[in-house]
């Protein structure tokens, strides 16, 4: 198992041109991963508990009018910044996917991580949460609730790579494209977002990386993320 | 010609002999005196002093942080970008004064300034106070307090270990040995002021100070090693004091947030920290003058040595703020331009603008009049202001600058709410309350160094003129 999963790349691609900023993806992650909603008074706070954002930028004077989009959520940095800030070590490269972890209980709460995310894709828990009814009766059972004073974000669904990797190992066969499906992934109408592993030299996304269309957010400051996007033209709006 | 001269302008240096502390000596006992009298009794004023900084420091500090621990961090204004405000900037501002005493006492000390002769302690007592009042920030500001000891590195069954690449790691292991330096710094200088109160105390009064004096006679050889143990100190806590506040400024520096990221912010810090340190040690020294009626040591030509300190650091500070702006501005970077636009037309700009009033345009545009140096009121009021306006910096550069990222979609105004502003406020209550405990058991002017000075000063003719002699104490 340890061998297996050793040399995994969890690598997420996403097409700007099939992404119709539905939010449907941002809906999605709040159920899977339990985040809680924060109410009216603290998203005017700016305290929206989202892990994947759609930012939306304006472009251009009234008459001749563009919206661009772009879904942010934690680009798991394989040069993290949120890494070496840390004075406890909550915020750790796992070795095992790939990705950049958040180690809940080890968490003290100094929030340095979160400043110095250039991508702003972390969020505090200023409060306990709380799950008005009836999501109180949805939670997912396998992730954590987090509780007041902790950072928090985006984990690739940590959880579903983990039951993807077990399920293979349970048919005695090797992860294969498509084992893994994140939430988001799963509920985007129009395929814009597919996680996979960029060591499998059979995956989607080994193709996709490779488009000239493809590029990093914020790209020059060195910190490798493992968030592919992919060039998209301009929606109208007028 | 030149024997035009002193007529026109008169002898700067030849100010009245009388003037000057350390050529105007008194007898020994008589200055015991005058230290020890507004120690020993304790007016209706300063109970009621006491009583108000106390309730203050229970409602608004204590009460305050214990109710924000209840329901979370979420009370604060702070939010999504900016991560980190009031709490983290008047942490930095604590940090800054106590740079006062070190600076004040051990690098005068170092150069022989026989002016500070009568300030060092109070100067001392300062950093040591405003230290305990900055080390409760780190606390203060945490998510979950109650695992605050999760960054301290010690064996545990929980294996976990500090994060030695984090400058919050840094910053707990600088404030911890600045702390217990500085403490020892402010006293060893004290003893021999203890055994004094020792002498001249009964009952538990002498009880306390038999013990804080360590058994203290006054023979040569315990002369001998005092004198060498300040040196020692004197010399050791500068770096110290220089790798604290540079240390503080790699919270920052260290980051890759826009603005932060800059190679002058250690040397950017420890100047505006000692420009507001100095600044408090003259507004501390007022008070403590005309509350414990010290008129005798502390005098005019003392405030007008450190205002002409304030005003050269006021200068630093400003070639260092100019320079930050400057470089930041010809870098071209359209981030970093909506962040300098931001502090002069943005939400902050009002203070922005204060902050250039009090730190540049009042210090520079008065401290280089002598009657404005010396007149009491005239540097209450400046310090004070610099003071304000070097909080501002910090506001500016911790909360202020966090505004502005590389994310335009994610810019947000962050404004303080009730519970971080009744915590500053409240270890303001915490300093000024430390301070009057500490003025009825801490002799606040050091008496042996005075006489020492005044021992070595001697005014001597020779031919027509009169000079002022100075023994070398080595």
């Known amino acids: 198992m340890a061998e297996a999963k050793q040399g995994n790349r969890w690598t997420m691609v996403i097409d700007l041109d099939k992404c119709t900023a539905c939010q449907a993806c941002v809906i999605a992650c709040h159920a899977e991963n339990n985040v809680p909603t924060v109410g009216p008074e603290q998203i005017n706070m700016g305290r929206a508990q989202h892990w994947l954002r759609i930012e939306r930028y304006w472009q251009g004077e009234y008459p001749d009018l563009r919206a661009r989009y772009i879904p942010v959520l934690c680009q798991q940095c394989q040069h993290a910044p949120c890494e070496p800030v840390c004075p406890v070590f909550a915020s750790m490269h796992s070795d095992a996917e790939n990705i950049n972890v958040q180690v809940y209980n080890r968490c003290v709460g100094t929030r340095y991580c979160g400043n110095n995310c250039p991508y702003l894709a972390r969020v505090f828990n200023w409060f306990d949460p709380y799950f008005p009814e009836p999501l109180n009766e949805q939670l997912n059972p396998d992730v954590t609730v987090r509780y007041r004073g902790v950072m928090e974000k985006c984990t690739f669904c940590i959880q579903r790579i983990h039951a993807g990797a077990d399920r293979a190992a349970l048919e005695g066969r090797p992860l294969r494209d498509g084992d893994v499906v994140p939430a988001c992934a799963q509920v985007c109408p129009t395929d814009a977002i597919v996680l996979g592993n960029l060591a499998d030299e059979h995956s989607r996304i080994h193709e996709f990386v490779k488009s000239k269309r493809a590029f990093a957010l914020l790209e020059d400051l060195g910190t490798e993320p493992a968030v592919i996007y992919l060039k998209g033209g301009e929606s109208h709006v007028s | ?474």
């Not at chain 2, 590195?153 to 840094?170: E, G, I, K, V």
């Not at chain 2, 009064?205 to 005092?226: D, N, P």
């Not at chain 2, 919270?251 to 340190?277: E, K, L, N, Q, T």
């Open chain 2, 1 to 474: 010609m030149l024997a035009e001269l002193p007529r026109k302008f008169g002898w700067p240096h030849e100010d009245n002999p009388q003037e000057r502390l350390l050529l105007d000596p008194l007898p020994q006992e008589d200055m015991n005196r005058i230290m020890l009298r507004p120690m020993l009794k304790a007016g209706s004023g300063w109970w009621l002093v006491v009583a108000l900084l106390s309730a203050i420091v229970l409602v608004c500090f204590v009460g305050a942080w214990a109710y924000m621990i209840r329901w979370g961090m979420g009370l604060a204004g702070i939010r999504r970008p900016v991560f980190w405000g009031v709490f983290i900037a008047t942490m930095v501002f604590w940090i800054g004064i106590s740079h006062s005493g070190t600076f004040v006492s051990a690098i005068l000390r170092v150069f022989n300034a026989e002016y500070r002769r009568p300030i060092t302690r109070a100067a001392e007592l300062m950093t040591s106070f405003s230290l305990i009042c900055a080390g409760m920030f780190p606390f203060i500001h945490l998510g979950r307090v109650w695992t605050v000891y999760y960054m301290i590195p010690m064996p545990n069954q929980r294996q976990l270990w500090t994060n030695f690449q984090s400058p919050l790691a840094w910053d707990l292991f600088a404030i911890t040995t600045y702390l217990i330096g500085s403490t020892l710094y402010v006293y060893l200088p004290m003893i021999p002021d203890l055994a004094m109160a020792r002498d001249h105390t009964t009952g538990w009064r002498h009880t306390l100070y038999k013990w804080l004096s360590l058994g203290w006679r006054g023979v040569e050889y315990e002369w001998h090693y005092l004198h060498m143990a300040i040196k020692i100190f004197a010399f050791a806590i500068i770096p110290v004091m220089f790798s604290v506040h540079t240390i503080v400024s790699w919270d920052f520096a260290m980051s890759m947030h826009i603005g932060w990221h800059s190679s002058i912010f250690g040397p950017y810090f420890v100047v505006g920290a000692i420009f507001s340190g100095v600044s408090a040690v003259i507004t501390v020294l007022l008070v403590v003058r005309r509350t414990m009626h010290l008129e005798y040591f502390l005098r005019p030509e003392h405030f007008d040595a450190l205002a002409k300190l304030v005003l050269i650091f006021s200068l630093a500070w400003t070639y260092f703020f100019f320079n930050d702006y400057l470089v930041e501005w010809y870098g071209g970077d359209w981030v970093g331009h909506q962040l300098l636009l931001f502090q002069a037309r943005g939400p902050v700009a009002p203070l922005w603008y204060a902050m250039l009033l009090f730190n540049i345009a009042i210090p520079c545009l008065t401290l280089w009049n002598k009657r404005i140096r010396r007149s009491p009121i005239a540097l209450f009021l400046i310090t004070v202001g610099i003071n304000i306006g070097m909080y501002l910096e910090r506001y500016i550069i911790i909360p202020g600058f966090l505004h502005i990222n590389n994310m335009p979609f994610d810019w947000g105004n962050y404004n303080p709410e009730w519970p971080e502003v009744s915590i500053a406020f409240g270890t303001l209550a915490l300093f000024i309350l430390l301070y009057t405990l500490a003025s009825k058991f801490i002799p606040l002017i050091p008496v042996w160094e005075v006489l020492e000075g005044q021992l070595s000063h001697t005014r001597r003719r020779i031919g027509r003129t009169v000079v002022t002699s100075v023994a070398e104490l080595e």
